[in-house]
């Protein structure tokens, strides 16, 4: 996950990606981003078992980051962005690696498939910058099967990322946009009203965000200790809900 100079474009509410889709990977680049980015894969994909060849959906795909994962891990794969350029860079990567994506330019709050088309449909970094994402989370659950699966990766409001990024907010900081941190009885809440059961979750990143080689040698330490002690604040959440079989 990039921790997001950028957001995401909706109709209500709009932050573009377009200005630094170019720069955007680079975060992966650093040793902080590296570490983070393996922590948050292993809570997204420790909620989903992708099966070969399922049809996977990335709502806000980006530059297509879970795109290539899903699609290493045997998935064929769509997604969608509100960003001409975020689409047009995670085509290229896909494509480089040898592998076919369907990837549109979209609107999450009106995703263009039918109902029932995927058996997972994934978000990340996404509903913190939308204004409405029940609406977002209602179109996930539309078009996944009954029985599939809906997971979103989100920001944690109780943490001391979303603390440092609103404290940058609040001080006029360039890099950083409005965001409404979510918490997971929020998420489960969204989830649940439209539907989902069986929920589960995880969380990761339980470490300040310091970007320097010797205190990453620890972050693992940390990231342990925070597991164990106090769970529910990690910097970022992954939430799993399965679709009810229609009766």
Sequence with gaps: MVWAEEGISTRNKTISFDAKAKFYDSWYQTPLGALCDRLEKEAIFSLISVRESECVLDVGCGTGVYLLELAQRGAQVAGVDSS??????????????????????????????PDDTFDTALSVLLLEFVAAPQKIIKEMFRVIKPGGRLVIGTLNKYSVWALKRSLLTALGSSKHVRATY???????????????????????IYFP??????????????????????????????????KLFEP
Excluded: C
């Excluded at 085509?91 to 009106?110: F, I, N, P, R, T």
């Excluded at 489960?188 to 009203?193: E, F, K, P, Q, T």
């Design 84 to 113: 001409p350029n975020m689409i047009e860079i995670a085509q290229h990567k896909l494509a480089g690696a040898g592998y076919a994506a369907h990837l549109k330019l979209a609107d999450a709050e009106a995703l263009p498939f």
């Design 182 to 204: 979510l918490t997971r009885r929020y998420l489960n809440s969204l989830l649940l009203a439209e539907g989902g059961r069986d929920l589960s979750w995880r969380s990761a």
């Design 209 to 242: 965000p310091v970007d320097n080689h010797f205190f990453l040698r620890a972050a693992l330490f940390l990231e342990n200790i925070g597991h164990r002690v106090l769970p529910f604040s990690g910097a970022f959440l992954a939430v799993r809900a399965n």
